[in-house]
């Protein structure tokens, strides 16, 4: 497990998915303890695994499949097996999740925050910076003032903070660059360039629970069920 993880950092992975490889192999393996007493027993193993999350959402069953059978595909590699007991089994269909959000509950989204807060204020630039944008929220989080550039109207997402490693240049409208521009002026002095843009009202950084949370309460609002994603696919569906 140490030398594959080694290895996927030599990709060049983010610490998160580094992390997320590390955390659910091992929740495979702490399960299983003598999977690899031979091929028989790993694929036994490895299908009990996947059958205790098969009455799960989709999005959970692939996210442990899909782990586990790049650990399996690299073991094939390094000869520790000779197939991998994954492949066979095929992806969940997330069907009914994806969807985009229509013009007017947008617009009463975007009416919510409390722009005298910073709280506020920061989501009402979020809002506009994924519908503009369609950055992942936990990329959004890491956007740091200097990524910012609002003379030209880009926001850059770094290769570290980056899902894909790669980095990318963001076009921003000019009404989005006006609603950051206002969040970047409220900021406490005290409060470092290395304080994200889209943080907390403390500085601290965001994170896509806390985001999922703040969501919520706006969709009570609207009693219209909104989530962090729906934001991403709407941008999506209007390209």
């Not at 799960?56 to 197939?83: D, G």
């Not at 956007?143 to 921003?172: H, M, Q």
């Not at 002026?185 to 949370?213: I, Q, S």
């Amino acid at each position: 497990m140490e030398e594959f993880l080694f290895m996927k950092k030599a990709e060049g992975r983010a610490e998160t998915t580094i992390n997320d490889y590390d955390f659910h192999v091992n929740l495979f393996f702490n399960r299983f303890p003598i999977a690899l007493k031979n091929e028989k027993e790993l694929k036994i193993s490895v299908y009990e695994h996947l059958a205790a999350v098969s009455d799960k959402s989709a999005t959970t069953f692939n996210i442990r499949r899909e782990y586990l059978h790049s650990f399996c595909n690299w073991m094939v590699k390094e000869e520790v097996i000779k197939q991998n007991p994954v492949t066979g089994i095929p992806k969940k269909k997330n069907e009914g999740k994806i969807r985009n959000v229509d013009p007017e509950t947008l617009k009463k989204l975007i009416s919510l925050p409390n722009l005298k807060t910073f709280s506020g204020l920061r989501d009402y630039a979020l809002f506009l910076t994924t519908l503009d944008t369609g950055v992942r929220p936990k990329e959004a989080f890491s956007i740091l003032p200097e990524d910012v550039n609002l003379g030209s109207l880009e926001i850059t997402i770094r290769a570290k903070t980056a899902k894909t490693s790669v980095a990318r240049t963001l076009p921003i409208s000019p009404s989005t660059a006006r609603a950051i521009n206002r969040l970047i002026d409220v900021r406490l002095e005290e409060w470092t360039k290395e304080v994200p843009v889209f943080c907390t009202y403390l500085g601290t950084e965001m994170n896509r629970k806390a985001w999922a949370h703040r969501m919520n309460q706006y969709s009570k609002k609207l009693d219209f069920k909104i989530r962090p994603y729906d934001l991403r696919h709407t941008f999506f569906a209007h390209q």
